[in-house]
């Protein structure tokens, strides 16, 4: 399955994109442990940001959608913008 790509982007996640391809040649140049940590660590961060602003972006977008009102139709909103497909089950 793919996933679709949403490109959100801010200016939090632009600069720890950046501190982390900057850590990642550290790493590549000298692979010491310090420099595993701290790219490993800025990884996480970058995810975790990013994660916060699918969330951020899925809130704006479903602020008025209340699901129970019309289930087929929430339930073919959100198979259409998620990647799970039909694991979901309104009922």
Do not use: H
């Not at 850590?23 to 994660?51: D, F, H, W």
């Not at 809130?59 to 990647?83: G, H, K, M, T």
């Amino acid at each position: 399955m793919v996933r679709k790509y949403l490109p959100i982007r801010t200016t939090e996640l632009a600069q720890a994109f950046t501190k982390q391809k900057q850590a990642r040649r550290e790493y590549l140049k000298s692979r010491a442990v310090t420099n595993s940590k701290r790219y490993n660590a800025l990884c996480r961060r970058v995810k975790k940001i990013g994660q916060v602003a699918c969330t951020k972006e899925w809130r704006r977008v479903c602020e008025n959608l209340y699901p129970f009102s019309d289930p087929r139709v929430a339930c073919q909103f959100i198979q259409s913008v998620s990647d799970r497909g039909n694991a979901w089950n309104l009922s």
